[in-house]
T-cell receptor
Framework: GDSVTQMEGPVTLSEEAFLTINCTYTATGYPSLFWYVQYPGEGLQLLLKATKADDKGSNKGFEATYRKETTSFHLEKGSVQVSDSAVYFCALNLGGGADGLTFGKGTHLIIQP | ETGVTQSPTHLIKTRGQQVTLRCSSQSGHNTVSWYQQALGQGPQFIFQYYREEENGRGNFPPRFSGLQFPNYSSELNVNALELDDSALYLC?????????????FGPGTRLTVT
């Protein structure tokens, strides 16, 4: 079945460091790919998305590129802030949505001042 | 624009009981999905409703059931609660036919089964 694998956390970085959170996927077709963020005590917020190969999603300084050849969708940010501390989830969807989103287990990011 | 809302925020139930969780979709959305998020895990898809009918289901037993109403609000019902049902239950709304399949999540209901 479809699955998403993302790097285990927690990931601890200093403020202004470069961030990469790896995400790879297995899918029978050509999924849409997403990154969601969950702040403490809150629900999920869509951070960025890409719907086809080579698309780059970007938002709030975060970027991720849909790489079909490596089945990856790694999240990057050039300079993290303390306010970026949260849990980040990589997810995919196939077939227009009736199967729901398939999520990875999440990566807890901690940014220290 | 009103976002996705869920009620109640927290709930404590005893094993064997039944529970109903509620969700109001974002304005303009016609599809609602429910997810279960165990502690430290990613959300797991339970099912999706469109036009008041279930049109997709994950790997959850029949004691998890749902309803969608004409105003696109929704309920998740869980019968014969088990300890492992303790989790955060998330509702998400979307617009079927949107090729990007962007879902908007509510804040969740934290269910504790004792």
């Amino acid at each position: 079945g479809d699955s998403v694998t993302q790097m285990e956390g927690p990931v601890t970085l200093s403020e202004e460091a470069f961030l990469t959170i790896n995400c790879t996927y297995t899918a029978t077709g050509y999924p849409s790919l997403f990154w969601y963020v969950q702040y403490p005590g809150e629900g999920l917020q869509l951070l960025l998305k890409a719907t086809k190969a080579d698309d780059k999603g970007s938002n709030k300084g975060f970027e991720a590129t849909y790489r079909k050849e490596t089945t990856s969708f790694h999240l990057e940010k050039g300079s993290v802030q303390v306010s970026d501390s949260a849990v980040y989830f990589c997810a995919l969807n196939l077939g227009g949505g009736a199967d729901g989103l398939t999520f990875g287990k999440g990566t807890h990011l901690i940014i220290q001042p | 624009e009103t976002g996705v809302t869920q009620s109640p925020t927290h709930l404590i139930k005893t094993r064997g009981q039944q529970v109903t969780l509620r969700c109001s979709s974002q304005s303009g959305h016609n599809t609602v999905s429910w997810y279960q998020q165990a502690l430290g895990q990613g959300p797991q898809f339970i099912f999706q409703y469109y036009r008041e009918e279930e049109n997709g289901r994950g790997n959850f037993p029949p004691r998890f059931s749902g309803l969608q109403f004409p105003n696109y609000s929704s309920e998740l019902n869980v019968n014969a609660l088990e300890l492992d049902d303790s989790a955060l239950y998330l509702c998400a709304s979307s617009l079927l036919g949107d090729s990007s399949y962007e879902q908007y999540f509510g804040p969740g209901t934290r269910l504790t089964v004792t």
